[in-house]
């Protein structure tokens, strides 16, 4: 079993909950980055993982925060986030899942890990544009394919195509290089995000308009198949957190319609947003229907 957490040994580390996810996970990462272990007595891996995880919240004193969830004992709050596999552990800041990993990583792994998310110095943070000027989606499209023709064994690197392809507008190809990620990499967070995104936009194909949808709801509030379209449509448009409202009110009214497509649609839809407090607001109210 893994040892049970204690206050007295560091502050940082703390169980979660569906009593307290919202408070000391959501809004707590709005000022302090939360690491959520999600584990289970029965696990193997748990046991040398959770270890190191405490010795490093210990060792980053304050820099993050540790949550332990006990998925047996969570089943609800593990489901939401679709765990499938522990250990597995997500990084939650600013109110949204910014990274994450399943299986035991060994210690210097997780130490890289960590230092990819910390914050820089303020100082380094705004120097950096000065001193790298941004590539447009159509240059990273180039360079990175002049890199994987040179290095063919860099899967990492077809991944980052196949992003500069979906920023490019090149949906279908960016697909096909994701498609081809090998297995390790197509859980990859990244590509995790991107595929979110392409579902998204593959949704609406052969779906009536947008003037459409608002006809049907006008007719029928309850149509909920309208509701759903048309969050996608203003997701994907100029009106996200109009989007995001539809899906509440399916929550809210029929939260088993169509398999739970709402709470789908939301988890799929906080992946594809860069809004912070946008995805943190409304994580917090889904977190609020739910448990």
């Given at each position: 079993m893994e040892p049970t957490v204690?206050?007295?040994?560091?502050?940082?580390?703390?169980?979660?909950?569906?009593?307290?996810?919202?408070?000391?996970?959501?809004?707590?990462?709005?000022?302090?980055?939360?690491?959520?272990?999600?584990?289970?007595?029965?696990?193997?891996?748990?046991?040398?993982?959770?270890?190191?995880?405490?010795?490093?919240?210990?060792?980053?004193?304050?820099?993050?925060?540790?949550?332990?969830?006990?998925?047996?004992?969570?089943?609800?709050?593990?489901?939401?986030?679709?765990?499938?596999?522990?250990?597995?552990?997500?990084?939650?800041?600013?109110?949204?899942?910014?990274?994450?990993?399943a299986g035991a990583l060994p210690e210097g792994q997780l130490r890289q890990f960590l230092t990819r998310h910390l914050e820089p110095l303020a100082d380094e943070f705004e120097q950096e544009p000065e001193e790298i000027a941004p590539e447009s989606p159509e240059q990273a499209i180039n360079r990175l394919q002049q890199e994987i023709a040179a290095d063919p064994n860099r899967p990492e690197l077809k991944l980052d195509l196949a992003i500069a392809l979906a920023h490019a507008?090149?949906?279908?190809?960016?697909?096909?290089?994701?498609?081809?990620?090998?297995?390790?990499?197509?859980?990859?967070a990244r590509a995790v995000r991107l595929r979110s995104q392409l579902n998204l936009a593959r949704s609406l194909e052969g779906t009536p308009p947008m003037e459409v949808l608002q006809q049907r709801l006008h007719a029928n509030p309850q149509d909920w198949e309208a509701h759903d379209l048309l969050g996608v449509r203003l997701?994907?448009?100029?009106?996200?957190?109009?989007?995001?409202?539809?899906?509440?009110l399916v929550l809210e009214k029929a939260r088993d319609w169509n398999d739970g497509q709402a709470k789908k649609r939301l988890l799929a839809a906080f992946n594809t947003l860069d809004d912070a407090e946008l995805v943190g607001r409304y994580r917090r109210r889904m977190a609020s229907l739910l448990f």
């Amino acid at each position: 079993m893994e040892p049970t957490v204690n206050a007295a040994v560091s502050p940082h580390i703390f169980e979660v909950d569906q009593s307290n996810f919202e408070t000391e996970v959501l809004e707590a990462s709005l000022t302090t980055p939360v690491l959520v272990d999600f584990w289970a007595t029965w696990c193997g891996p748990c046991k040398s993982l959770g270890p190191l995880l405490e010795k490093l919240a210990v060792e980053y004193n304050g820099a993050f925060r540790l949550g332990k969830v006990d998925v047996d004992q969570n089943q609800e709050l593990a489901g939401v986030f679709g765990i499938r596999s522990i250990p597995t552990v997500i990084l939650v800041k600013d109110g949204q899942i910014l990274d994450g990993f399943a299986g035991a990583l060994p210690e210097g792994q997780l130490r890289q890990f960590l230092t990819r998310h910390l914050e820089p110095l303020a100082d380094e943070f705004e120097q950096e544009p000065e001193e790298i000027a941004p590539e447009s989606p159509e240059q990273a499209i180039n360079r990175l394919q002049q890199e994987i023709a040179a290095d063919p064994n860099r899967p990492e690197l077809k991944l980052d195509l196949a992003i500069a392809l979906a920023h490019a507008g090149q949906a279908a190809a960016a697909e096909t290089e994701l498609d081809a990620l090998p297995a390790n990499l197509a859980t990859d967070a990244r590509a995790v995000r991107l595929r979110s995104q392409l579902n998204l936009a593959r949704s609406l194909e052969g779906t009536p308009p947008m003037e459409v949808l608002q006809q049907r709801l006008h007719a029928n509030p309850q149509d909920w198949e309208a509701h759903d379209l048309l969050g996608v449509r203003l997701l994907l448009g100029n009106d996200p957190a109009a989007g995001l409202e539809h899906w509440l009110l399916v929550l809210e009214k029929a939260r088993d319609w169509n398999d739970g497509q709402a709470k789908k649609r939301l988890l799929a839809a906080f992946n594809t947003l860069d809004d912070a407090e946008l995805v943190g607001r409304y994580r917090r109210r889904m977190a609020s229907l739910l448990f």
